[in-house]
Structures are given as C-alpha cells and as structure tokens.
C-alpha cells in the first residue's frame, strides 16, 4: 500500500475494539500491520455475531489492513520470535490489563533494550498507573466514570449510553495520535516512548464542553441542564413523524430561526437574546417551533431552515446513511471488500483524506494465522525451520 505510513512496521497485540481500531486506523495509512492473536483461538471477536459465511463481521470491522500471524508468547521461544520481531519494528500497540506485558517478559522497558527507538502504545480501562489502574475496564464503564451518562438523554431519563462505543474508538484514535507524535519523535531523536492512553480518560477528554461549565460557575451539567443549553440545539419531531435537528448556537442563528419560523418579533425582544433567556422562554419558543413544523415534514422544514440559514439536518438511520449522497456517495465513507470466506462485504471508510495520498483499504481482515509463513519468510527463516516451529507448538 502506498500510503502515507507506508514502511512503518506495527505488531499489533491487541484484541476486541479499542485497541484494533487504533491499529486498523494505522494499517489503513499503509502502516505493515502485524496482529500477533493467540494459537488456535485468535481475537475474542472472531466468535461475535452476526457471522457471514462463519466469519464475524465484528472481527472484519476492525481488523482490516493487517496481516495476522499467531504465536504463543507464554512459551520462551515464542517470546524470543516476538523480540526479534520488535528488532526491526516501530510500533507496537497492546491492549492487556496493566502489567500483563511486565509479566511476559515484554515491557516497554524490555522491548526498548532490542530497539531503543520503539514506540509502545498501551490501551486499558483506567491507564498504567493510578488507584483503580488494576481494575477491569470496558466502554460503558468508561461513558459512566467519565461523566458522560449524566448529560447523556432526556430530562427524568436517567443516565443514558452513548449509543456507539464513543470510549472504546477514542480510546483507539487517542492511541493512534499519541503514537503518530512519539514516532514523529522517535524518527528526531531515536528515542521511543510509551503512550499509556486509558479509556475513562479518552471520554473524560470528550467532555471539555460540560466541564467548563462545572469550573466557571460551580454548576453541574447533567441532562436537564443539558436539554436547555444554547437553545434550541437539538432535535425536533416534525409532522410526519419524522425528526430532525436544529443547532442555534449564538443569537444570530436564532434571529434567523425567527424569520423562517414567521416570529421575527423574537429579534427585537430583549429576552430572547442568549444572555437573557430562561426557561420560561425556552418552552414558549417550544412552542411555536412545535407548531411550525407539525405542519411540515422533516425535509420540508430542513429544506427551509438550510435556505434561511439556520444549521440544521435530518435525523438518519444508519441505513439512509448508507444511501446518502454526501456520505455515501461524495465522501465514500462506505466501501466493498472482498473478504476469502465472507465474499463481498460493506465496511465504513477511514474518515481521513489526504490531499495527495489517497487511503485504499484493499486488505480484508485476515483469517487465523493466514501469514504465518509469508511473515517468517520475510524474517529471512527457511521452510525447514518454519516447520519446526510449528511442530514447537509456536503457532
């Protein structure tokens, strides 16, 4: 792949969502991305449904653009193959409990006395160090201590989800750009780093815009709080049922919510000004927007409120999106692979766009231990010894 990490080589260690979406996110910028899965077994995720064919279509979401080769690390010569494979790598990327690397012989401090210049990247829960570091984490732990849950829904719906792992992906896109800076450093100085990255505070990073709230005024953001905020900034329903989203976010946007709304006396009122308004006002304003668009569909009051210059759009389903002329078609952030088992199967694009460098994802994820010899071949090792380290138990 002539991309723009193309030569950058990455063993990839981790399993289930966070971690393979940093390396994923590499592999598609043309990193040579090697994930190293356990014998037999593989990614946790090669057995969630829905399966096509019999392969996971969770696992080929996220493992695409890498090569995948199995090795048992517990056992002492499969940990020496790792360490030889560290000798000529860049970057490797584990997702483990913290201190499970330690225990396998296989710290940043231990990969950096065979390459002094590897980046070591470390996703877990709640980070390397710190009082709840040995803890289990997951996503929704993750949306939960991070504040998000309390400005997450509607006003008496209690703490809600985020619908998509927004933890487990910030989690990946907050590794990958924590490598990408100790690489860039790494190829200054020839010095590597360790980039401990942890789930709770990736979305903790989400939250600057509550969080402000919080240290200017002492008030808690929680989801009444939010529903009001910069009103109207949300969604509405419209008359076919249908529902779209309208984001007034300084007072002149709202002038001309006014206008297309036929309420253009709210512009020459003092308190609708955003300084001023309450909630009092807000549910008046309610009101009318109600009422304006009871009357319309959501594409006919999107369509008016785009011409009046209001920001706004429809709410979509994934499966509109996957239609979309900008998204799916402009954009292409939906693409077709052929996958060895699977067939042909839809994935969503790499959300970058280079200028020069256009990314092409033209390698399905990888069955089980599919490069194994391709791999050992590049490492310069013989068929006869491959099949001796088979016959190990290595792989």
């Not at 849950?149 to 703490?159: A, D, E, K, N, V």
């Not at 006919?300 to 998204?327: C, M």
Request: contains cysteine; negative net charge.
């Amino acid at each position: 792949m002539d991309g723009v990490l193309n030569g950058v080589k990455v063993l990839d260690l981790t399993r289930v969502l966070a971690g393979p979406y940093c390396t994923m996110m590499l592999g598609d910028m043309g990193a040579n991305v090697i994930k190293i899965e356990l014998p037999g077994v593989g990614d946790d995720t090669r057995s969630n449904s829905p399966f096509i064919n019999g392969e996971s279509s969770y696992y080929m979401a996220f493992n695409r653009s890498k090569r995948s080769f199995t090795l048992d690390l517990k056992n002492p010569k499969g940990k020496q193959l790792f360490l030889d494979m560290v000798k000529d790598a860049d970057i490797v990327v584990e997702n483990f409990r913290p201190g499970v690397m330690k225990n396998l012989g296989l710290s940043y401090e231990d990969l950096k006395k065979v390459n002094p210049k590897i980046v070591m990247g470390s996703i877990s829960g709640y980070g390397q160090y710190g009082p709840y570091s040995q803890q289990p984490g997951y996503d929704l732990i993750a949306q939960a201590m991070s504040g998000l849950m309390t400005t997450t829904g509607f006003p008496g719906s209690g703490p809600v989800r985020a619908g998509a792992s927004i933890g487990d992906v910030m989690g990946g896109i907050s590794c990958c750009v924590g490598i990408l800076g100790a690489y860039i450093n790494a190829m200054k100085t020839g010095e590597g780093q360790w980039v401990d990255v942890a789930l709770t505070d990736a979305v903790v990073s989400l939250m600057h815009e509550k969080s402000r709230t919080y240290f200017a005024n002492g008030n808690v953001p929680s989801t009444e709080y939010s529903f009001r905020q910069g009103y109207p900034f949300r969604q509405f329903q419209a008359g076919d049922g249908k529902y779209m989203v309208m984001c007034c976010g300084n007072d002149k946007l709202f002038f001309e919510l006014a206008k297309t709304v036929g309420h253009p006396e709210w512009a020459i009122d003092e308190k609708f000004l955003r300084a001023n308004l309450t909630f009092e006002t807000y549910d008046s304003i309610e009101a009318d927007i109600n009422e304006w668009l009871s009357t319309k569909t959501a594409k006919e009051a999107v369509d008016l409120l785009i011409e009046g210059g209001v920001p706004t759009g429809l709410v979509l389903g994934i499966d509109e999106v996957a239609q979309d002329p900008h998204v799916a078609g402009a954009r292409e952030m939906f693409i077709k692979i052929q996958h060895p088992v699977a067939g042909e199967t839809t994935l969503v694009n790499n959300q970058i766009k280079f200028s020069d460098k256009k990314i092409v994802i033209d390698r399905p994820a990888p069955l089980l231990g599919q490069h194994n010899d391709e791999i050992l071949t590049e490492m310069g090792y013989t068929p006869k010894q491959i099949e001796e380290m088979k016959n190990e138990g290595l792989f």
